[in-house]
């Protein structure tokens, strides 16, 4: 499986001004360099996958610059306190304000002027256009890809969705991998419905999955071997795109694959937990996450207590 890059603050590389043109967009810089440069600083923490696709978190001071072109289209939520700001594309200016339940959409190849006063707190996704174009294509949809400059612009449904990718940009690999995979896709959905030249209405995919795929389905997330567990191997088995297999696989179990996944290995944590007297930090390795901290707080924003709390009450 091809593994995503996940990258602290301290992993981010800087470009300076004199790298940036206005170059296609074969030619422009990838999101995550370009917003370094920009924003003079780090992200608190990103996620990217080899496709392009990614999700950052980040935390600026006030902008005053200008974004050049980049190679994915970004979409941003914002997460701070209310302030005006401006942004100029050419000679068109549009004065929003940022609050949460808006959306930013900077299309990929554009350029525009940010004047931001006050600091920001934003969640990114940066979305190749090929993504955009696969999920269109699987969804049925033939109307334009092309995504509308957005500034500011209520959505908060695509907001909220955006927002809640900042609690899993780590811990554990397959689960976090799986997420952005399915939060990408369902983003790519939401944005084809709204913010394209021609919004439409995407149809909901009835039917589940049959009895057999269902099964293979499951037990590839049940194996604790180092099999892919990516959305697009899940997808394979069951001779469907992601678009449809997704919403075939919530229609046959009520859970979205992410969200069986994560049952699943609560229900082994907890098992591990109430049977042996194996250490949380070793419980935490054997399920895949990548600190005894990252577990205890999976494991608390299910049940509401801590591994070892757990541990102590059940016994």
């Known amino acids: 499986m091809s593994k995503p890059i996940l990258r602290n603050s301290s992993e981010v590389n800087f470009q300076t001004a004199s790298d940036a043109d206005s170059s296609p967009i074969s030619e422009s810089r990838a999101a995550d360099a370009e917003m370094a440069r920009v924003l003079h600083t780090k992200p608190l923490r990103m996620a990217l996958d080899p496709s392009g696709a990614g999700i950052a978190h980040w935390k600026h001071e006030p902008l005053h610059d200008v974004v050049e072109p980049m190679s994915q289209h970004v979409i941003m939520a914002y997460n701070g306190s209310v302030q005006r700001m401006e942004r100029r594309s050419g000679r068109s200016v549009a004065i929003g ?10 299309p990929e190849g554009s350029s525009s002027r940010w004047d931001i006063p ?8 940066y979305l190749p256009h090929a993504t955009l174009k696969r999920v269109a294509d699987e969804a049925g949809i033939a109307t334009s890809t092309n995504l509308v400059e ?12 955006l927002l809640s990718a900042a609690d899993v940009l780590g811990g554990n690999e397959a689960l976090d991998a799986l997420f952005r995979q399915q939060l990408t896709d369902l983003l790519a959905t939401r944005l084809l419905a709204a913010h394209t030249g021609s919004p439409t209405t995407i149809q909901p995919t009835m039917g589940g999955l049959s009895p057999k795929v269902l099964l293979r389905a499951i037990e590839r997330l049940r194996s604790d071997s180092d099999a892919d567990v990516s959305l697009a191997a899940l997808a394979s088995d069951a001779g469907l795109s992601r678009f449809h297999f997704c919403r075939a696989f919530k229609e046959s179990t009520g859970l979205s694959p992410h969200a069986w996944l994560r049952q699943h290995r609560l229900e082994q944590a907890m098992s591990m937990l109430r049977d ?3 250490s949380v930090v070793s419980v935490a390795a054997a399920l895949g996450y990548s600190s005894q901290t990252a577990f205890a707080a999976a ?17």
């Open 276 to 278: 042996t007297d194996t």
């Open 299 to 315: 494991f608390r924003k299910m049940t509401g207590e801590t591994p070892s709390d757990w541990r102590r009450r059940i016994r």
């Open 97 to 106: 304000t940022f609050r949460p339940g808006v959306l930013i959409i900077i």
């Open 118 to 125: 006050k600091p920001v707190d934003v969640v990114q996704l």
């Open 150 to 161: 957005r500034t500011a612009h209520p959505d908060p449904i695509t907001s909220r969705l």
